[in-house]
């Protein structure tokens, strides 16, 4: 299954694009599913969890509990 983080600040295909793209450089990430409406990205391969959620901040949206 993978990771799988709470984010907010979601809301359009926007948000999924510059997520996806900033997980993907992320190294050990290898899919990346945003889904805006439960509020999630799931992010498969062995990715640093710490590495995934400084990515998502990074674009502008808050990860819960990092």
Do not use: F, W
Not at 2 to 20: A, Y
Not at 26 to 47: E, H, I, Q, R
């Amino acid at each position: 299954m993978g990771l799988v983080l709470r984010v907010q600040g979601m809301s359009c295909q926007h948000c999924v694009d510059t997520i996806t793209a900033a997980v993907k450089r992320v190294p050990g990430a290898t899919d990346v599913n945003v889904d805006v409406s439960n509020g999630l990205v799931t992010v498969g391969g062995k990715a640093d969890a710490r590495a995934v959620a400084a990515a998502i901040e990074d674009s502008g949206y808050g990860v819960a509990g990092s």
